[in-house]
């Protein structure tokens, strides 16, 4: 009998644990999580994102969806890079090649359009590298308004870019 209860308590503790790693992942990634988005996407990233900027794109990717395809946001983001209706209404407007909201759940789509997106707030507003993290955050009007919040997450990401970029040498 005490056995069993041991061994109960035991799994509770366990299941309690991972529950916490569940919902502490949504806010901290490890290097190991990290590695293992890394090596999740590995060859959709190196299809659509230049080999420098592989690391920043699965920090982004941790932020945004935790690797997660399926993952969708109350906003109506989508994917792995969290692509919004607006983010594909102005890639089609730009490359003439629709894409529906549904299609985003295909990591190379999502990460072509995000990776994509993340290069036009570079390109069109003139924003740095910094600054086009804020934006795509919360739209390149977003993050003036909102510039903690976005700064945050924009420090999130370059800090998961870098330790990836540390296993990675």
């Not at 941790?62 to 209706?85: C, F, I, K, P, Y």
């Not at 990776?115 to 570079?122: F, H, K, P, S």
């Not at 003139?126 to 804020?134: A, F, I, K, V």
Request: include cysteine; hydrophobic fraction near 45%; aromatic fraction near 12%.
């Amino acid at each position: 009998m005490m056995l069993r209860v041991a061994i109960f308590s035991l799994c509770f503790v366990l299941v309690f644990l991972d529950g916490i790693r569940g919902f502490l992942g949504m806010y901290f990634m490890t290097a190991n999580d990290l590695r293992r988005i890394y090596e999740k996407w590995r060859s959709v990233l190196e299809s659509h994102v230049l080999p420098v900027d592989v690391p920043l794109i699965v920090g982004l990717i941790a932020v945004e969806s935790s690797g997660r395809t399926e993952a969708r946001s109350g906003a109506g983001a989508v994917g792995l890079m969290q692509v919004t209706q607006v983010v594909l209404d102005e890639y089609f407007n730009e490359r003439d090649r629709r894409v529906l909201l549904s299609d985003l759940v295909d990591p190379d789509i999502n990460v072509e359009i995000g990776y994509w997106y993340l290069n036009r707030l570079q390109r069109v507003y003139g924003l740095s590298l910094y600054d086009s993290l804020r934006a795509y955050n919360c739209g390149p009007t977003g993050a003036k308004k909102s510039a903690s919040n976005s700064a945050e997450y924009a420090n999130k990401v370059l800090a998961y870019g870098h330790l990836i970029q540390r296993f990675l040498t």
